[in-house]
């Protein structure tokens, strides 16, 4: 097969998929504090009789495993393998999991932490959506209750390792806009123009109705996939910033419905307005302003326009007492029929692939996420990608 065509990896042979008593070894990325992301040699996993075991396809490089690796987010315990946006192939099958998933399928996941993806094998407990199943919890440290169970669903064949890793991130604005919906029609704004806030986008616009979306970066790249995604304005705030709050003092408590808030950790220097006292000046009295990006650094953000306007600030809940993890297993089956159906293109939100048997490239990945031309970045560890190992590929190409 053509490592340009965009095919699969091949089928493992049966003799090599593993049973729950095998003990080898594999290769893991370990992130021992911020800064500090080794490959390593590491056991490979166990899987008991309610887990799958995972040989892993391909996983992408989060936000989320990067604010860790710059300290914006921090885990109860290091080290970690990070990496949660996540597509394998079952290699191994618990007892009480027969029937629910079959050798060989591929599967992605929501939940279970936001830990283990960057390695060749992985385990998960799944719930599928076609499953009725106990959900368990477990408090996390981090102020909510997890399940020790992860949102799964069966990846079609037809969706490409780009399309597959994009599952998990789809699922989580999903979840985060199906739970608060701008009604039909409404102008919506949208802080940041990361992966996250592409498909926000495209769902805003594609999927719930919305009027219009403006979409406010930093990185004049991204605001351009942004504006050719179904954004119809944008502003960069490093260099129309004065535009900006030109725009918002004209248009300043009547122009916006929704805010959807992508964006992580924003730092404030203290020199003109903070984006997100802007975006909550253009909206609406009781307007929604819905908080999706997440940091464990303090945030600057205005309490007086929240009471002087009525806002409602809204989040979805990680905590699975109010949002189960079954709820969220049926959320990744509509982020798979997006895809399937290109309501949502997942192509501008993968741009570079490499190989996960090249640490440097890995590494540099993490050093230089947001910066210049670049969206996503997906390590590939089918043997086509391991054979290739170094190599990028630009935006447009079908991988």
Wanted: proline share 6%; hydrophobic share 40%; glycine share 10%.
């Amino acid at each position: 097969m053509n490592a340009d065509s965009g095919s699969l990896p091949p089928r493992i042979p049966d003799h090599c998929l593993r049973d729950s008593l095998w003990g080898g070894s594999m290769q893991a990325y370990v992130m021992y504090g911020p800064g500090v992301l080794d490959s390593t040699e590491q056991s490979e996993p166990h899987y008991g009789e309610d887990e799958i075991l995972l040989r892993t396809e391909a996983v992408s490089i989060c936000s989320t495993d990067v604010s860790y690796f710059r300290g914006h987010l921090f885990p109860e315990t290091w080290p970690i393998v990070p990496g949660h946006e996540y597509v394998g192939e079952v290699s191994g099958i618990g007892a009480r999991l027969k029937g629910a998933v079959e050798l060989g399928q591929r599967v992605c996941y929501w939940g279970q932490t936001d830990f283990g993806g960057m390695a060749e094998y992985r385990v998960i407990r799944p719930i599928f959506g076609h499953q009725v199943a106990a959900e368990t919890a477990w408090y996390t440290e981090r102020n909510f209750y997890d399940a020790d169970q992860a949102a799964a669903v069966i990846v079609p064949d037809s969706l490409s390792w780009d399309a597959a890793t994009i599952i998990e991130p789809l699922t989580s604005v999903l979840r985060s806009i199906l739970v608060n919906p701008p009604r039909p029609g409404d102008v919506c704004v949208v802080l940041g123009c990361g992966p996250s806030a592409v498909l926000a986008t495209q769902v805003l616009t594609r999927y719930v109705g919305a009027r219009s979306v403006t979409v406010v970066d930093r990185n004049e790249y991204r605001l351009k996939i942004a504006l050719s995604h179904g954004a119809s304005l944008g502003f960069n705030t490093s260099t129309d910033a004065e535009s900006l709050e030109g725009f918002v003092r004209d248009n300043h408590d009547q122009y916006a419905d929704y805010v959807f808030d992508a964006l992580p950790h924003v730092a404030v220097d203290g020199h003109g307005k903070d984006v997100r006292e802007l975006a909550m000046g253009l909206l609406r009295p009781g307007g929604t302003y819905v908080v999706y990006g997440a940091t464990g650094v303090r945030q600057q953000i205005n309490t007086w326009l929240i009471l002087a306007k009525g806002l409602n600030v809204r989040a979805t809940p990680f905590d699975v007492r109010l949002f189960p993890m079954a709820r969220s297993a049926h959320v990744a089956n509509i982020a798979v029929r997006l895809l399937e159906s290109g309501l949502v293109d997942a192509g501008p939100v993968v741009s570079h692939r490499i190989s996960f048997y090249d640490p440097k490239a890995v590494v540099g990945a993490f050093e230089s996420y947001g910066q210049g031309d670049s969206m996503k970045t997906s390590l590939r560890l089918s043997p086509v990608a391991h054979a290739t190992a170094g190599a990028e590929v630009l935006l447009g190409e079908r991988r």
